[in-house]
T-cell receptor, first 110, second 114 residues
Framework: AQSVAQPEDQVNVAEGNPLTVKCTYS??????LFWYVQYPNRGLQFLLK??????LVKGSYGFEAEFNKSQTSFHLKKPSALVSDSALYFC????????FGAGTTVTVRA | KAGVTQTPRYLIKTRGQQVTLSCSPI?????VSWYQQTPGQGLQFLFE???????NKGNFPGRFSGRQFSNSRSEMNVSTLELGDSALYLC?????????????FGPGTRLTVL
């Protein structure tokens, strides 16, 4: 069985500060890891994914994520958060079907 | 390229009725997956279709069914609706059948069961 965990329900940061959203995973075999973002009353938007190769993955809207095999983590990061980054973020692992974490609500205050 | 489209966007039904939701994938994508999103259970996988064949099925009762057509469009059906079926139903498409493929989501259909 595969699963992901997002240990923080909410993350609050000030605009301009670094943003980190945490994710840990549990899989057998090679992990295919994804980050999605959801704005109110919208579907999920793809941010980035890790398949293989470089542990630092760069994605949309200035986001990046670091794959750490020893810590089984795939944390999402943004060096300087914007108010418009306020949304619900999901980490997911794929084996054909996506298994999602519970989500982390990010609030960026002006 | 146009994104994934889902119709209708909103539905209100009463208990016991049935409902059909439609999903048109991104042009050229052959795989379509369906997910249910609720505040209590989060995002849960319903089923996946590839080339008109159901490849994966989540842990949902038989009242939930789906199909995929030769043009890759997909429909899901829920029969004998229950209050607990109220949710946002999301469809996602991907190019092929690899676990590494990115799934692109539609805006969802918001189903309310009264």
């Amino acid at each position: 069985a595969q699963s992901v965990a997002q240990p923080e329900d909410q993350v609050n940061v000030a605009e301009g500060n670094p943003l980190t959203v945490k994710c840990t995973y549990s899989v057998s075999g090679n992990p295919y890891l994804f980050w999605y973002v959801q704005y109110p009353n919208r579907g999920l938007q793809f941010l980035l994914k890790y398949i293989t190769g470089d542990n630092l993955v760069k994605g949309s809207y200035g986001f990046e994520a670091e794959f750490n095999k020893s810590q089984t983590s795939f944390h999402l990061k943004k060096p300087s958060a914007l108010v418009s980054d306020s949304a619900l973020y999901f980490c997911a692992v794929s084996s054909g079907r996506l298994s999602f974490g519970a989500g982390t609500t990010v609030t960026v205050r002006a | 390229k146009a994104g994934v489209t889902q119709t209708p966007r909103y539905l209100i039904k009463t208990r016991g009725q049935q409902v059909t939701l439609s999903c048109s994938p991104i042009s050229g994508h052959r795989s379509v997956s369906w997910y249910q999103q609720t505040p209590g259970q989060g995002l849960q996988f319903l089923f996946e279709y590839f080339s008109e064949t159901q490849r994966n099925k989540g842990n949902f009762p038989g009242r939930f069914s789906g199909r995929q057509f030769s043009n890759s469009r997909s429909e899901m059906n829920v029969s004998t609706l229950e209050l607990g079926d109220s949710a946002l139903y999301l469809c996602a498409s991907s190019p092929g059948d690899s676990s590494a493929d990115t799934q692109y989501f539609g805006p969802g259909t918001r189903l309310t069961v009264l």
